[in-house]
């Protein structure tokens, strides 16, 4: 059976929502992927900080 099926049987049967994907907690992933989703956080945040700077000095030598 599939895992639509399956879920729209237990959606039926009246079980909550939060039951139906258990595996999409986030900390069911292994710490190596966790370890790698926040470092990659981490990177697009800085990268988007220096885009920004970069930015401000354009206009600033522009200005």
């Known amino acids: 059976m599939g895992r639509r099926r399956r ?4 959606l039926e049967a ?6 139906l994907r258990p595996d999409m907690n986030a900390t069911a992933l292994p710490a190596p992927v ?6 990659a ?4 945040g800085v990268g ?8 401000h000095v ?3 030598l522009f200005d």
Do not use: N, Y
């Open 7 to 10: 879920e729209r049987r237990a």
């Open 14 to 19: 009246g079980a909550p929502r939060d039951d």
């Open 34 to 39: 966790r370890r790698l989703a926040g470092l």
């Open 41 to 44: 956080l981490v990177a697009a």
């Open 48 to 55: 988007f900080t220096g885009l920004l700077a970069f930015v």
């Open 58 to 60: 354009l206009v600033e």
